[in-house]
């Protein structure tokens, strides 16, 4: 009895420390969120008055409004002054995310399945010259990328948004991993039984990669959605502005409306953390099986 | 004797036959890898070999190609102090962020692994910044550590401490960038240290558990080098991102102040379309690649000489 006593001690205050390191990881990493949404919901000037002191209404609206959102979707009379298009921004972000990941999948799948299976003569030297591609700084080469699109005719375009990003040497590497793990015997019993290589590749890889294929498409789809500096260079016109780029331009302004702030963060991230959410089970599978982790 | 000299000639057209239908799969072949190679010529080689073209020309988006100045550029950069403090301000990045991350990831992953309910919701509370924008984190952040109205003032202020402002204030400008992409980076090398970490057989816990080894033994004896593949691919990975640095100082401090957080893409992105120094850009751009490449392949070595378990 005397000896169980100091270990049941030492379980209750082991119990307590992780659920404070729990209490604390959720408090850093919410709380950013939580403040933002809650402030969306408000009109700017309660931001400022119930920042200090802290309490729950430095979070949670007292004045609920969607006047933030009214605005940046341009339906209110001064959104529609300052030239708010959040929505058409959305549009145009989702049309592109969209065409990227589709084209992607199709041609990262081909090229996947070259590594994986096919025979060809140096096909190390050509794995080289894809995979160095992802060595090579994205940011360091936008400038002369910009030029090359320009040249090309697509400048202020969207196919400036979708074409430079068709092909992926990520995708390509993390889908032959996958590809690698499918025995070989089943391509071969599908080729004695008639099958093309096409063939192969449709009844035989793509069904059994979903887990891997689904996992890119989300990396893919979130990278897209996401990208700034590209399409902030690539085009100019506010037809063809994305999300992300119609929210880093209120905070250039002169004038800075936190609510509005506030209000294109929700609507520029919730899209990819719902799909995320929905797709999770799927995605953290496809991290433990892709060789992602080294 | 017909057969003996059909034998000879039979031999070749067979062996030319096997010749062309190899030829003829490997052609097929070539379809399948063909869109993707395309596409990294166009978009991702032929920019690198023009940079490396307009770092040796007088150059401007407006103005085009004036004068051929040879290196005229990569002189200018040996000498230019900026170029030289941005540098300084992009390694100090990587190597204060970088170990900051990794050390934070290892931590949160060996705590969410624990089998304990709830670790699963808290596994995705750390995951959700990383799908979030740069964008959005950054400027969320800018106002969370905003002087007069920022949340983190207001945090201080009840604990009674000073206010601070971290964005104007050259010594807390960069420490404020590095806790923003840290806060939303961090998961996703969580995510992969998890996997690495479910990855390890249970048998060598149990193993080191019966010949005496405490949790600390275990961390440093089992967890750790089992998990050195992992660490090296998250190593790697950050530090190519890490120098790619650029949004949250575009959109928290314009690289100020006092150029204290410039770093090296920002002062790209600030010479090409800030000054309309295209040519210079360009040798800043291969300056930077060629930094890059070097570190790649250093840690690529590191990588390679691994071991299997």
């Not at chain 1, 953390?273 to 080294?294: D, T």
């Not at chain 2, 000299?5 to 490997?26: D, G, H, V």
Request: aromatic share 14%; hydrophobic share 55%.
């Amino acid at each position: 009895m005397s000896a169980a006593d100091p270990r049941r001690a030492a379980q209750i205050v082991g119990w307590f420390f992780i659920l404070l390191a729990y209490l604390l990881i959720a408090l850093i990493f919410l709380t950013p969120m939580l403040w933002m949404i809650g402030s969306s919901l408000r009109p700017s000037p309660e931001v400022f008055q119930y920042i200090f002191p802290l309490s729950w209404r430095t979070f949670i609206p007292i004045q609920f409004t969607l006047h933030n959102f009214a605005d940046i979707f341009g339906i209110s009379e001064q959104g529609r002054a300052l030239g708010f298009q959040f929505g058409r921004a959305l549009l145009n972000t989702a049309f592109v995310s969209t065409a990227v990941v589709g084209s992607s999948l199709v041609v990262n799948t081909l090229a996947a399945y070259f590594f994986a299976r096919l025979e060809f003569p140096y096909k190390n030297v050509l794995l080289v010259f894809v995979l160095g591609t992802f060595f090579v700084p994205q940011e360091a080469t936008i400038v002369p990328l910009y030029i090359v699109v320009r040249q090309l005719g697509f400048a202020d375009t969207y196919w400036a948004l979708i074409l430079p990003w068709y092909a992926s040497p990520f995708v390509i590497f993390v889908l032959s991993q996958f590809f690698q793990e499918i025995p070989k015997e089943l391509d071969e019993a599908a080729i004695i039984d008639g099958a093309s290589l096409l063939g192969v590749l449709r009844h035989v890889i793509v069904p059994n990669a979903r887990v891997g294929l689904l996992t890119v498409s989300l990396l893919e789809f979130q990278f897209i959605w996401n990208l700034f500096f590209w399409p902030l260079i690539a085009t100019g016109q506010k037809e063809l502005q994305v999300i992300q780029v119609a929210v880093a331009t209120q905070i250039t302004q002169r004038e800075i409306a936190w609510g509005r702030i506030f209000a294109g963060g929700v609507v520029a991230s919730l899209p990819v953390i719902f799909l995320f959410l929905a797709l999770q089970r799927y995605f953290v599978e496809g991290v433990a099986l892709s060789g992602l982790k080294g | 004797m017909a057969s003996t000299t059909a034998t000879p000639s039979a031999s070749p057209s067979w062996w030319t036959y096997i010749q062309r239908r190899k030829t003829r799969n490997y052609i097929f072949a070539a379809l399948f890898v063909l869109p993707a190679v395309v596409n990294f010529l166009i978009f991702r080689y032929i920019p690198i070999v023009w940079a490396a073209r307009a770092s040796t020309w007088q150059y401007s988006l407006l103005g085009g190609y004036r004068d051929w100045i040879g290196a005229d550029h990569y002189l200018r950069a040996l000498e230019d102090p900026i170029l030289l403090k941005s540098l300084q301000v992009t390694f100090l990045y990587v190597i204060v962020k970088l170990p900051l991350e990794v050390a934070l990831a290892l931590a949160l992953a060996i705590f969410t692994n624990q089998a304990i309910r709830g670790m699963g919701t808290i596994r995705t509370i750390v995951f959700t910044p990383v799908v979030m924008s740069m964008v959005v984190v950054s400027v969320v952040w800018a106002l969370i550590l905003n002087a007069d109205s920022g949340l983190l003032n207001a945090f201080l202020r009840t604990l009674g401490l000073p206010k601070q402002v971290f964005l104007s204030n050259p010594k807390l400008s960069l420490p404020s960038v590095i806790t923003a992409t840290i806060w939303k980076d961090v998961g996703f090398s969580t995510i992969l240290i998890v996997a690495g970490l479910k990855g390890i057989p249970r048998i060598f816990y149990e193993a080191a558990v019966m010949d005496g080894a405490n949790r600390w033994h275990l961390f440093c004896h089992v967890t750790l080098p089992l998990l050195r593949r992992t660490l090296l691919f998250v190593i790697v990975t950050q530090t190519i991102f890490s120098f790619q640095v650029f949004i949250p100082v575009y959109s928290m401090t314009q690289g100020g102040p006092l150029d204290s957080t410039k770093v090296i893409v920002y002062y790209i992105y600030q010479l090409a379309f800030r000054f309309q120094d295209m040519g210079y850009a360009a040798a800043v751009s291969m300056i930077l690649l060629l930094i890059l490449l070097l570190i790649s392949v250093t840690q690529m070595r590191f990588l390679r000489s691994d071991v299997e378990y």
